[in-house]
């Protein structure tokens, strides 16, 4: 099979995650994949191949040259999107682009055009991957795991270019924030490992968000409205005047690139009791920081005003900037520059706005940046990908591999 024909075949299995479902993987439909890929690894002569009861499926490329070498992995998610069904997804290969809009599905009018995503401009020329407008396409992450295979089948019928031990992982419910969760590091036994998830040719990516939770409950006292003068406290109000103190544009809508926030996720209140939940982000550690105290700040200067015990603050922290575990192994990130450069790429370094698998992995010990798998507009019916960028995502992986072995 070559590396489309892989693609097209991986997007026909139907791997949607589930936040509701409780287990893992949280649905049956990857367990189904996990196994096909499961006997495609055995069929191409991969060793060690472990499928566990989770999902998480890991292989085995050997070395081809007894020079002592870092083992290194790669990485994808089998899992697609909740946001968008992924059941029966009809794709459609557009040749040599033209730069002009693309009806994905003329009954609907679902058209995707240069107009609203000029990005599809920087790929004219080239074979595009797109759907018939119904579903999401599964790009993400199956361009991945398309990739890595590819990649791997080219090392072996190219024994000419030396390689230490590749492993590869492949692992669910990355879209539910639980792809890392249940990740074996141990059992994957890399030195470090490369997760091919980003999106345009290029990216490169190490660095994230710290990430916190806060939910304030604040306390009101109920009245009849009528004998109410001064007795009455209204916990609704009370939260309005807290987030009103809080800076007016750190927020998601008025920051990018490494500008934090805080962001007002849901508001439940009565006059007796409401409660407010936000996320907290920063890329910068002592920034996060001050953002926590900053809130643990106003719920005292709230609790000042309307009596002690009015509000109440639940902090909690989801995740860190894997930046932080990255930089005492820039030397993978070098590799990661050079390999690119090899495969005719541009590098192109971005911090993630959000978390990822490779952050988590990272902290549990694994330094696992984001290198791009070539598709755009996830999660939708207007995700496509370029095959010229799949193929120059396999090439990276190729050259990583070669150029570990060089040094
Ligand atoms: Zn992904």
Known sequence: MTLVER????????????????????TPGQMVFAKFLKEELESLGLEEISLDENGYLFATLPANTDKPLPTVGFIAHMDTSPDMSGKDVTPRIVENYDGKDIVLCAE?????????????LDHTGEDLIVTNGKTLLGADDKAGIAEIVSAVVYLKEHPEIKHGKIRVGFNPDEEIGLG??????ERFGCDWAYTMDGGEVGELEFENFNAASAKITFKGR???PGYA??????????????????PSHETPEHTEGYEGFYHLISINGEVEQTAVSYIIRDHDRARFESRKKEMEHLVRKINTEYGEGTAT????????????????????????FAAMKAAGVEPHVKAIRGGTDGAQLSFKGLPCPNIFAGGLNFHGRYEFVPIQSMEKAMNVIVKIAELVACK
Do not use: C
């Open 7 to 26: 693609f097209l075949k991986y997007v026909s299995f139907d791997t949607q995650s589930n936040e509701e479902s409780g287990v893992t993987p949280s």
């Open 222 to 224: 109920n009245v009849h």
């Open 313 to 336: 603050l639940e902090l909690r922290d989801q995740y860190y900037n894997m930046r932080e575990q990255i930089e005492p192994v820039m030397h993978i990130i070098d590799t990661a």
């Open 108 to 120: 609907e009018n679902v058209v995707l055009s240069p107009s609203q995503f000029p990005e599809l």
């Open 229 to 246: 003068k001064h007795k009455m406290i209204n916990s609704m109000r009370v939260a309005n005047r807290f987030i009103s103190m809080l």
């Open 180 to 185: 890392a969760h249940k990740f074996d590091v």
